[in-house]
């Protein structure tokens, strides 16, 4: 009878160990998974810091592009008024011909001048969608990442608090 007690008793030790094995190797992964994670945050916090310095540059580049927008716009306007006032003494011997060719000329310079400004504009839109829009992809890539990794921690977690109740049952009812 003792030896039968004996031998019950290290069955359920080594049934026990069996399952404090299995509850490290757990544990061992979750760590695993932990530090992925923490990880994957460094990357997300440098992949917003990079974010941040592209959206500075962008804007700065976007300024210094307007202040030269403005000294052209204020140089051709000065020029304009130069050669509205050299060809204004002239317009006294010219024909109404004369004065409707210059006029076209002058409409037609400042539409290139439109025209050249919208594509510069386009340019930057284009630009600036497209490295948002990689940017976003990668994001959205590191959060499925984690999402998955988040759902196989919870999963851990679950079957480990079942382990653990079932251990827990177990050594109660013995």
């Known amino acids: 009878m003792d030896l039968e007690k004996l031998d019950s008793v290290v069955n359920e030790l080594e049934h026990n160990s069996k399952q404090l094995k299995d509850f490290t190797d757990v544990y061992s992964e979750i760590s695993t998974l932990q530090s992925n994670i923490n990880r994957n945050l460094e990357l997300i916090e440098q992949n917003n810091k990079s974010l941040n310095s592209v959206s500075s540059v962008i804007k700065k580049k976007t300024e210094e ?62 630009t600036l969608n497209s490295n948002f829009n990689t940017m976003e992809s990668k994001i959205k890539e590191r959060f499925e990442l984690q999402s998955k990794e988040m759902k196989t921690l919870k999963i851990l977690i679950f079957i480990l608090i079942a382990i653990g109740i079932g251990l827990g049952v177990g050594l109660y009812l013995k």
């Open 65 to 126: 592009n307007t202040e030269q927008l403005k000294v052209a716009n204020k140089f051709l306007e000065q020029k304009i008024g130069e050669i509205y006032k050299d060809n204004k003494s002239f317009q006294k011997e010219l024909d109404a011909t004369l004065i409707t060719r210059l006029d076209k000329h002058k409409s037609d310079i400042q539409v290139e001048i439109r025209n050249e400004g919208t594509q510069i504009q386009r340019a930057f839109e284009t």
